[in-house]
């Protein structure tokens, strides 16, 4: 099953707005959760990344919150640019697995000019 | 080129025939990781390797795939007998140690048709 619940499935946002992508977690042994970009035909790129000691994260544009008692994580893209267009992957790793990323099912992001 | 090297970028098999995907890690690395994402889909781990030995296989299906991660030369994943529902991108990853195994660097992956 799906350890790692991500929506929506797709956004559409004007040039200049706000993304926002939420993903759920059950797992309590999670304690890392990065944040993948992935364009057309490419690999997924790391974007950003949390641990659950910290509620917020901000690298640019981009902007991760976690909430630890709620088992959420979101990212919000400010500022959407066309370039942001493409797909964007929650993730979360477990202390007992390291060496595997549990993946959420994707979203894709459109900014229209 | 630094990154993590796939190979071929993209393949064609017939059911039945054998698909060899390679992966050269980033330099410096010696953690690989293999996913694969069917379309529309997130990516799946399939198995994490260190040079020489397979530290976690627990998402490779149990027949026809295989992988290993020589002392010299890329990573390789095999899958025999391919079917229609191998039909996938597959997508090789790398890692400094494992403490940073979620800071994957990912290749541009391998897309695999099976006609």
Redesign the interface.
Known sequence: QQQVK?SPQSLIVQKGGISIINCAYENTAFD?F?W?QQFP??????LI?IRPDVSEKKEGRFTISFNKSAKQFSLHIMDSQPGDSATY?C?A?STD??????????TQVVVTP | NAGVMQNPRHLVRRRGQEARLRCSPMKGHSHVYWYRQLPEEGLKFMVYLQKENIIDESGMPKERFSAEFPKEGPSILRIQQVVRGDSAAYFCASSADLYYAGELFFGEGSRLTVL
Request: charged share 10%.
């Open positions: 991500q890392y990065p993948y035909g490419k690999g997924p790129a790391l990344a992957f993730a790793r697995s390291w060496g595997k990323l549990q993946f959420g099912a994707g």
